[in-house]
C-alpha cells in the first residue's frame, strides 16, 4: 500500500513536470511586437510624410467701392399758374349780369318821331331807353347816384355811341331822375323783372 502511495505520487509529479515544461517552452512574444491596447484617451500617431506641403494662400477680401453719385438737385415745387385774368368789358357793353355803373344821358330833339331799332315810333314820352347789347324789352333799373332817385326804364334802342356813356333816356326818363338840367350824371344799372316798371 505504501509503495502504491509513493508511485501515485511520483507519477502525478512526473506529469505535473512535463507539464509545466511545455508551458515554459512555448516562445514568448516580445513586448514591442504585440499591438498595444489603445484606451479612450490614446491617438494613433499621425504618419510621417516627406512631401513638399504647399501652402495654401487665402484671398484676402476687397472691400466693395460704392460709386459717388452726384447729388440729386432740390425739387422745387412749380407754382400753380395763375388763372387766366377774366376779359374786361367795358361797361357800355355790360350784358345785364351783376350790376353796372357808369354815365347816361338823354336823346330827343331831332330823333323825336323816328323808328327805334326795334321798331317803334319814338316819342320820349315813355319810359324807354337805349342800350348797346342788352336785348328788346329787357327792364333796367337806372339809379341816379348823386340825387338816388331811379326809375325803370324798357330797352327799344340802340346806343349810345360816345365812349363812356352806359346808357341813352328818353326825356320822360330823365325827368324822373332829375337830369334833365344836367344832361349826363353817373349812374347805377340793374336788370330787373318786368312788373317793378311804371308802365
Same mark, same amino acid.
Given at each position: 500500500m505504501?509503495r502504491w ?17 511545455c ?6 512574444t516580445?513586448?514591442?511586437d504585440?499591438?498595444? =491596447? @489603445?484606451?479612450p484617451?490614446t $491617438?494613433?500617431a499621425l504618419?510621417v !510624410?516627406?512631401?513638399? /506641403?504647399?501652402?495654401?494662400?487665402m484671398?484676402r477680401?476687397?472691400a466693395r467701392v460704392?460709386?459717388v453719385l452726384?447729388?440729386r ?14 376779359p374786361?368789358?367795358a361797361a357800355?357793353?355790360?350784358?345785364g ?7 347816361a344821358s338823354?336823346y330827343?330833339?331831332?330823333f ?8 317803334e315810333?319814338?316819342?320820349g314820352r =315813355? @319810359?324807354?331807353a337805349a342800350? $348797346?347789347?342788352?336785348a328788346?324789352? !329787357?327792364?333796367?333799373? /337806372? ?6 332817385l ?28 332829375h337830369?334833365?338840367?344836367d344832361?349826363?350824371v353817373k349812374v347805377k344799372?340793374e ?6 316798371a311804371?308802365d
Amino acid at each position: 500500500m505504501q509503495r502504491w502511495n509513493r508511485f501515485a505520487v511520483a507519477g502525478a509529479l512526473s506529469i505535473l513536470v512535463g507539464v509545466a515544461g511545455c508551458a515554459s517552452s512555448a516562445p514568448e512574444t516580445p513586448a514591442a511586437d504585440r499591438p498595444a =491596447k @489603445l484606451g479612450p484617451t490614446t $491617438r494613433r500617431a499621425l504618419p510621417v !510624410t516627406t512631401r513638399p /506641403v504647399k501652402a495654401v494662400v487665402m484671398p484676402r477680401p476687397v472691400a466693395r467701392v460704392r460709386p459717388v453719385l452726384p447729388a440729386r438737385p432740390a425739387t422745387v415745387a412749380k407754382p400753380a399758374p395763375a388763372p387766366a385774368p377774366a376779359p374786361v368789358v367795358a361797361a357800355e357793353f355790360w350784358d345785364g349780369h351783376g350790376k353796372c355803373e357808369g354815365i347816361a344821358s338823354f336823346y330827343a330833339g331831332k330823333f323825336l318821331g323816328r323808328r327805334t331799332a326795334s321798331g317803334e315810333k319814338y316819342t320820349g314820352r =315813355k @319810359l324807354t331807353a337805349a342800350h $348797346r347789347v342788352l336785348a328788346f324789352n !329787357t327792364y333796367v333799373k /337806372v339809379t341816379n347816384l348823386d340825387s338816388g332817385l331811379s326809375v325803370v326804364v324798357r330797352i327799344n334802342d340802340r346806343g349810345p355811341y360816345i365812349d363812356g356813356r352806359v346808357i341813352d333816356l328818353s326825356p320822360a326818363a330823365a325827368r324822373k331822375l332829375h337830369m334833365i338840367k344836367d344832361g349826363v350824371v353817373k349812374v347805377k344799372l340793374e336788370v330787373v323783372a318786368p312788373w317793378m316798371a311804371e308802365d
